[in-house]
């Protein structure tokens, strides 16, 4: 069952300086494996104010579309409270326009994997 979040952000998005900023995101969950594994995908579209307008873009973000794949695996018996996770991460731009790199690098058009292994006492 979903604890019942509500917010519009996924896994390695922030909204920190941005103001009139429009988001949508979606997400689906599934356990699996005697509830041991987790699947999280999710998909966003934010619309961000134009990336010179300083005082609602603070970092100059792009307009971007937001996917994340999380795979969640809780180990039991002798490793019980390990946990395996495999996080994938990806940002393009919304609009397919020119734009300086230094508003791209670090921003959008970026994909991030990271493979996290937790201990949980």
Partial sequence: MGEGKFFASLPRERFE???ATHAIMTQFEQQLAD??????????????????HVELNKYGIP????FSGLADYR??????????????????????REIPLEYVINRVEMMNFNLILDYRF
């Fill in 63 to 66: 307009s971007y579309l937001h």
């Fill in 75 to 96: 180990f039991k018996g002798f490793f019980h409270g390990l946990d395996l996770q495999l996080l994938v991460v990806a940002k393009k731009e919304l609009f397919e």
């Fill in 35 to 52: 509830d041991r594994m987790k699947v999280v995908l999710g998909a966003s579209h934010v619309k961000t104010p134009d990336i010179h």
């Fill in 17 to 19: 300086g941005l103001g």
